[in-house]
Each structure stands twice: as structure tokens, then as C-alpha cells.
């Protein structure tokens, strides 16, 4: 079964999905941040036989929740209700800067930290 992850941003958020047996992301798209988030979301997951979803975790250097945080909780929530999957919380600290680094800055740049976020999530859960 594949995976979703998700890079979560105030304006846009990049989503990663897994090959077929889950052993390696790669980036799929990049939806705005807007009221049809969530159902854009479903729908990707209803398309592709998402089983889990991997969702960066945000906090700040310090280890504390930092701005965007709770906005994540709440997006969490609604992902939950709207479709009953299991999500887990991934560290997320410098995906986006990361992702530059590798392929600079596009359009695809929160896809990028997306599957690097659900790349990080299989391996630290492998076997």
C-alpha cells in the first residue's frame, strides 16, 4: 500500500507519494493552501490507494511548536475526520531548504521536502 506525505505551508503544500510497496518517495504535486485542501487531498488519496499519511512535523530549532504548528494540528483534525487514515508526524526542519539545495528553487520545491519528509519516515521505519 502507498503512502502520502505531506509538506504543509501557510500558502502552498507539497505532497510525496510512495511507489507501490512503500520503499521510496518521490514528489507528486504542490496544492495551494486554500478551503479545497482537504478535498483535494482526499481525492489524490482515493486516486492512488493511499494507506498512511506522513505529515512534517513543524517546530521550531528549539524543539517547541513554532508558528505554524498548530495550524498543522488542526489540518491533522480535519485530514482525520475527512478520511479515517492513520497519520504520523515526521521531523520537518530544513526539508524546503534542503529540496533547494538539491534541485533549487521551482515550483515543485514543497513536493521535494515532502518526499523527503516521507523518505526520512520509511527509513527511520523500516523492518
Known sequence: MRKLGIDYGSKRVGTALTDDKSMMAFPHKVFLNDTKL?????????????????IGHSLG???QPNKIHKAVEEF?????LATGLPIHLEPEQYTTQEATRFQGKSA???????????NSFIMRNKN
Not at 108 to 118: E, R
Open 38 to 54: 482537504v478535498s483535494n487531498i482526499e481525492k489524490l488519496i482515493n486516486e492512488k490507494g493511499i494507506s498512511e499519511i506522513v
Open 61 to 63: 530549532r528549539d524543539g
Open 76 to 80: 491533522m483534525t480535519e485530514l482525520t
Open 108 to 118: 515543485k520545491t514543497d513536493a521535494a521536502a515532502a518526499s523527503i519528509i516521507l
